[in-house]
């Protein structure tokens, strides 16, 4: 196994997959580092054993902060300085116990890092203001970069041609930075934020590949945008074609394709907006092609207007079939789904992936947290779950979905803030497009994981009831937890290795029935985090 440390995350790899060649075991760090000059002390040796954070206040302007951990006898405090500045991470060490790791760079307040950055360099040198510079630039700190490259245009004004050289460098690494983000928001299916984006995106003082770039993406919306104007306008002229009979069938199905319609699900009406100039195709072959296309995908799509009429019945029938609480409903949905000519299974399978989720949930607002409670079942308590949808959510698209466990102390909302963010802030899981959900899997007032059978029924009825309600893909659901929620994902995750695409314990310990589990999941993919 090859590991690659880069002084926040090891990143392990077996070597069957590395090519000899690709190996370097050099120091490939080419970026500039400050160290903070810092009075030596004597530590004491830390405890053996501890539990999880109980508090972490701020860093202070000189760098440094308490951090009280659980110990064996009570809260210990630990008391912390950064010493060394990177772009990517920050080097802490203890002043009170012997005790070094790192942390991200981007957890620091811009008021901190700056100040920080300042009392490692001689602000009176031009060239340690330009190292500053560049280091925010590396950092992705862009204005506070642009702040500090206008303070060095003031104080040394023999700087300008480098400040002109640097300032061209930073909008660069501007544009660059949103064209990435429109490009990850178009990925996560959040068309409209990425579709304004492009279309605000400053054009002036990047280069032309940059510009380039931007353009097309506005130009891909603006052609999706034209076919579904098309297409809705020529679903309509079409219609009225049609015998007053086959009219008045269509009508209904063609009002649900049109609210359904979006940047998302267009591309299943290609085969019907490419005939759009084709007078050798009838009005109802025209139809046929836009209605068995947008049930069965555009790979699927035919001419024939009754098939589809008939494919649209067995939507409905799945749907009443799925929604449909008593026994004596289901039977009958069954029965008149069996009596359509072409109603298959391998046709239902087909028709399932594109049609909305069986069970309907008012309409929720992409970032507010919303809290769902599910009935008992079999004598058991109810089951209760906080679910946050990403910019942009509609049923069309399948969604990757990530179940979050929260630590003790906290609850399931600031669980989902802790990923999601909000709207005016999003988090890391809204911008990647993700359903988050926040179980409630263990009761407010725990304290630690109790590895019982209640946390996995919990979560796995939340997770069947998420896939009910929102349109999740089954693929990409990941479970993760912090502290005792990591106990928990250590836990299901080992116990339930072909529900999930990825565990994600962080600050969790792998306990008790896990030292037995872990033979279940050679396949499941891993990411460990102990802070």
């Known amino acids: 196994v090859w590991m690659v440390d880069d002084g926040l995350r090891r990143t392990f790899v077996p070597q069957r997959q590395v090519r000899d060649e690709d190996v370097s075991t050099e120091n490939l760090l080419t970026i500039d580092e400050f160290e903070l000059r810092r009075e030596k002390k004597s530590r004491a040796i830390g405890p053996s ?114 400040a002109d050289e640097t300032e061209q460098r930073l909008n660069l690494f501007i544009a660059l930075k949103a064209v990435g983000e429109i490009e990850q928001r178009r990925r996560a299916g959040q068309h409209r934020f990425a579709y304004a984006y492009a279309r605000k995106f400053p054009a002036d003082r990047v280069s032309a590949d940059v510009r380039r770039r931007a353009a097309d993406l506005v130009k891909d919306y603006g052609v999706l945008e034209q076919k579904i104007k098309t297409a809705n306008d020529r679903l309509g002229e079409l219609q009225s074609e049609l015998p007053e009979e086959q009219a008045q069938q269509v009508g209904p199905l063609r009002s649900i394709l049109r ?64 929604r449909s609480e008593k026994a004596v409903d289901r039977r009958t949905a069954l029965r008149e789904l069996h009596d359509i000519d072409g109603a298959s299974g391998e046709t239902v399978a087909a028709v399932i992936p594109h049609f909305p989720p069986p069970v309907e949930t008012g309409p929720l607002t992409p970032g507010d947290p919303v809290a769902i409670e599910l009935a008992s079942d079999g004598g058991e308590s109810p089951v209760r779950y906080t679910v946050v949808l990403p910019p942009g959510y509609t049923p069309g698209r399948a969604y990757p979905l990530l179940i979050a ?101 962080i600050v969790g310990l792998c306990d008790r029935h896990c030292k037995v589990y872990w033979k279940n999941c050679p396949d499941l993919a891993w990411y460990v985090r102990s802070e």
């Open 49 to 162: 054993i501890v539990g999880s954070y109980l508090e972490k206040t701020p860093f202070d302007m000189d760098g440094r902060r308490r951090v009280t951990l659980a110990g064996p006898r009570g809260p210990i405090d630990i008391l912390q300085e950064i010493t060394k500045l990177r772009p990517d991470i920050v080097t802490v060490n203890s002043t009170s116990h012997r005790w070094t790791h790192a942390l991200t760079t981007r957890a620091l307040p811009d008021d901190v890092l700056l100040s920080l950055l300042k009392r490692a360099t001689d602000p009176d040198k031009s060239l340690d203001r330009l190292k500053i510079v560049g280091f925010l630039i590396d950092a992705e700190r862009y204005p506070l970069a642009q702040q500090e490259l206008g303070s060095l245009r003031r104080k040394f004004p023999q700087m300008q041609a480098i």
């Open 405 to 505: 466990l929260r630590n003790q102390g906290m609850t399931g909302e600031q669980m989902l803030r802790w990923w999601a963010g909000t709207a005016e802030q999003p988090g890391s899981a809204m911008k990647h497009g993700y359903i988050v959900v926040a179980p409630e899997y263990a009761d407010p007032s725990a304290e630690r994981y109790t590895y019982g059978a209640a946390a996995h029924r919990v979560v796995l009825r939340t997770l069947n009831d998420v896939r009910q309600r929102f349109h999740v893909d089954s693929d990409r659901v990941f479970l993760t937890g912090h502290g005792m929620g990591g106990d928990a994902a250590f836990d299901i995750g080992m116990s339930h290795p072909d529900l999930f695409a990825g565990v994600l314990p």
């Open 259 to 322: 609210d359904e319609l979006n940047f998302a699900t267009v591309d299943r009406l290609e085969p019907f907006l490419r005939t759009e100039s084709d007078d050798t195709l009838a009005a109802d072959d025209k139809l046929g092609l836009a209605l068995t296309g947008w049930l069965l995908g555009d790979a699927k799509a035919e001419t024939s207007l009754p098939m589809a009429i008939r494919l649209w019945r067995v939507r409905f029938l799945v749907l009443e079939y799925l």
